[in-house]
């Protein structure tokens, strides 16, 4: 059974740092494509980042109002997905999931989501 | 970039209702649309992907069609436990959620 468990969320004032972390089991993990999704409270979901499986290179992809800011990283050897996120915002502030894709690469449907953790960007 | 845009925001409806909910791409997608059900609190779940396909372990009473750019889900008899919002998301290019649609028991 896939399992998705994020860590690392909490409160950060404006302009801070944190790294998002989530460790996965059931699958072999290099093969997919994994990426975080954030939803801001009382409102609808948002695609932030995803990096492709082995099959598919490893790219890299961020949504606009991310890039330049987070920074999205895998460790096939931990089966850890990571997400550094600097410079943040008050309109960061949302649950974020890491989602399994259901391909190695290019776009693809989430099959599996974690549980969400908490982003606070607060003064 | 590909905007969906998802219809009704909101709908109430009784138990055996059948139910619709819409959704339309601001280009053409093919068949790369996916439906998901959030219950409060919880992690989005895979309902239906590739327009129709539905995911294992899903109920039969949900169905999903195409026509063109506009993508339906369909419930076909409202059960108790079908509460919570339902998202489109397009996987043609990138990725992009439609706005959900929250849907209440009578």
């Known amino acids: 059974e896939v399992h998705l468990l994020e860590s690392g969320g909490g409160l950060v004032q404006p302009g801070g740092s944190l790294r998002l972390s989530c460790a996965a089991s059931?699958?072999?993990?290099?093969?997919?494509?994994m990426s975080w999704v954030r939803q801001a409270p009382g409102k609808g979901l948002e695609w932030v980042s995803a990096v492709n499986g082995d099959s598919g290179g490893g790219s890299i992809y961020y949504a606009d109002s991310v890039k330049g800011r987070f920074t999205i990283s895998r460790d096939n050897s931990k089966n850890t997905l990571f997400l550094q996120m600097n410079s943040l915002r008050a309109e960061d502030t949302a649950i974020f999931y890491c989602?399994?894709?259901?391909?190695?690469?290019?776009?693809?449907?989430?099959?599996?989501w974690g549980q969400g953790i908490l982003v606070t960007v607060s003064s | 970039d590909i905007q969906m845009t998802q219809s009704p925001s909101t709908l109430s409806a009784s138990v055996g209702d059948r139910v619709t909910i819409t959704c339309r791409a601001s280009q053409r997608i093919s068949s790369w649309l996916a439906w998901y059900q959030q219950k409060p609190g919880k992690a989005p779940k895979l309902l239906i992907y590739?327009?129709?396909s539905l995911e294992s372990g899903v109920p039969s009473r949900f169905s999903g069609s195409q026509s063109g750019t506009e993508f339906t889900l369909t419930i076909s008899s409202l059960q108790p436990d079908d509460f919570g919002t339902y998202y489109c998301?397009?996987?043609?290019?990138?990725?992009?959620f439609g706005q959900g649609t929250k849907v209440e028991i009578k």
């Open positions: 059931g699958f072999t993990f290099s093969n997919y494509a």
């Open positions: 989602a399994k894709s259901m391909t190695g690469g290019g776009a693809g449907y989430f099959d599996s």
């Open positions: 590739k327009a129709s």
């Open positions: 998301q397009q996987y043609n290019s990138y990725w992009t």
